[in-house]
């Protein structure tokens, strides 16, 4: 079954106009634009060094892990496939 998009005639579609954004400043001329990034880098909140130390402490163990994991199926499936070519071969 298809839903129909149904309206009734008292509804009003509100239209937004977009309009650009002023320059900042009168000439058109972006002057400072070195302040604008400063300012945006003063916004920017750097981590503290326990946050770090935990991030880098659950990457590498993170990385551990998952080299264990490869090397088990890296090594059951060599012997497997060992086995499979002694059986055949």
Known sequence: ME???M???NETK?????TPKQPKHSDGK????????KAE???????????????????I???LIVGV???????VF????DTLINLLG
């Open 3 to 5: 839903e129909k998009n």
């Open 7 to 9: 309206t009734s005639p």
């Open 14 to 18: 509100e239209v937004k106009k977009v």
């Open 30 to 37: 972006e002057r400072d634009g070195f302040a604008d990034y």
């Open 41 to 59: 880098f003063k916004k920017i909140v750097w981590p503290g060094r326990a946050d770090i130390v935990k991030s880098t402490a659950t990457v």
């Open 61 to 63: 163990v993170t990385s």
């Open 69 to 75: 994991i490869i090397t088990c199926m890296d090594t």
């Open 78 to 81: 060599s012997a497997g496939y």
